[in-house]
């Protein structure tokens, strides 16, 4: 169990709490992917964050829900309307300046992110003060959008309707929202099987069982697509021993998933093996390696293929 939880009460409440979980008693807790925000637009969030000065405050009196970043509140708000009374956000249950701390909370967030009953994802939102519970933007998931309407008259009967001209893709996914764009939430969107994401173009439950979609089409993932190469690489197999050809599969999928984690942002240089640990630790077992065969996301058993890379925008001089 993480070290603090939230405890957000119940609708309407003006305060939430933060107190101390116990690892005798197992809670139902709701966690969180968002992206704090980079340079002014991650202020929101540095000002809100537990530090060694305010813990004190906050675990006797709570924090005023008015006056945390608006996806902060948003995130409260859809954790208490599904039922959950806990809820587990890094920038809040992790004292962020105090090195042992943090240190001790940071190399078991992988844990906490598999004990959690479900993810909440801010996906549209690119930092902690945007919110993702607004209204949509129309122009700004599809671009401009131009409607023809058509009359057919075929043996004596009419059809009218409209067609739809659209400056942007209108069956893309919402795996470009901003938090598909960072190296950490990579990490946290594999860990659950139960997530309900908050896009620009659409709200998608998902779950080991089905999807679900409101707003919008249905966008199932595309064949060659992130979720579909996070499957062929990490599901179990349907037969007692894998065939070399299902092998090969998995590892033409993990170096689909290495390029697409690769174009991702990042704060720190540092981060970028941690955040990457759990995908290794998948595949491992699935192909008989062991996890330190993996370096720099590279397979040592299969590094003459693998280290066959380039940029696609070299850089210039």
Known sequence: MPKRLLDVGQLGDSFIGLLEASDDARVCFAIASYVW???????AIQRAKTTKENIGYRMASGLEVTGLPKSIQDLIEVTRQIGFRYLWLDAFCIVQDD????????????????????????????????????????????????????????????????????????????????????????QEHLLLSRVISFGSRQIKWTCQQDKKFVDGGNYYEMIGGLEDNLRKAFAPSRYPSETLVEKECRVMSWMEIVEEY????????????????????????????????????????????????????????
């Open 99 to 186: 090195p042992d701390d943090a240190k001790h909370q940071f190399n078991s967030i992988a844990e906490f992110y598999k004990q959690a009953d479900i993810l909440i994802s801010a996906a549209s939102a690119s930092d902690c003060g945007e919110g993702f519970l607004q209204s949509r933007i129309v122009d700004r998931c599809y671009g401009s959008i131009f409607k023809l309407p058509y009359q057919w008259k075929f043996d004596g009967h009419e059809i009218q309707g409209s067609l739809l001209l659209s400056e942007m893709d209108l069956n893309g996914s919402t795996d470009n929202d901003p938090v598909h764009m960072r190296i950490w939430t990579f």
């Open 37 to 43: 925000g980079n340079g002014l637009k991650a202020d």
């Open 262 to 317: 690769s174009k991702r942002d990042y704060s720190r240089l540092e981060d970028r093996v941690p955040a990457f640990y759990e995908a290794i630790s998948l595949l491992a077992p699935r192909m008989g390696w062991i996890r330190d065969q993996c370096v720099y996301r590279m397979w040592k058993t299969d590094a003459s293929r693998q280290l066959l890379w380039k940029k696609d925008k070299p850089l210039t001089i």
